[in-house]
């Protein structure tokens, strides 16, 4: 079993920054992919950016490529989702999720694919 708590949501003006964090307890989190998903009212939960145990792949969704940083400290258990130049349109609530399979970038962001997810916070972006 893994445990995921997500943290760092909160309002924010649009072209500011947020930084989210996710800590992870249970299995073996550096052996993880690691995905950041989120959803907005009335719309399905989409994928926004995954990274691999090693740290050393990274895969982001066109809407936020450039724009948002995912990476992960395995020593601390944590995955960051440093999101800049933020748009009313980022405006959901905030997943991150554990899989445990081989690193397949396209493959990251099907929801399916991953095991664990967290409660989700919630990010706001006010114009």
């Known amino acids: 079993q893994v445990q995921l708590v997500e943290s760092g949501g909160g309002l924010v003006q649009a072209g500011g920054s947020l930084r989210l964090s996710c800590a992870a307890s249970?299995?073996?989190?550096?052996?993880?992919?690691m995905g950041w998903f989120r959803q907005a009212p009335g719309k399905e939960r989409e994928f926004v950016a995954a990274?691999?145990?090693?740290?050393?792949?990274?895969y982001y969704a066109d809407s936020v490529k450039g724009r948002f940083t995912i990476s992960r400290d395995n020593a601390k258990n944590t995955v960051y989702l440093q999101m800049n130049s933020l748009k009313p349109e980022d405006t959901a609530v905030y997943y991150c999720?554990?899989?445990?399979?081989?690193?397949?970038?396209?493959?990251?962001?099907?929801?399916?694919?991953?095991?664990?997810w967290g409660q989700g916070t919630q990010v706001t972006v006010s114009s």
């Open positions: 990274i691999s145990w090693s740290a050393g792949s990274t």
């Open positions: 999720a554990a899989d445990f399979k081989p690193w397949v970038a396209a493959m990251t962001k099907f929801r399916f694919r991953y095991d664990y």
């Open positions: 249970g299995r073996t989190f550096s052996s993880a992919v």
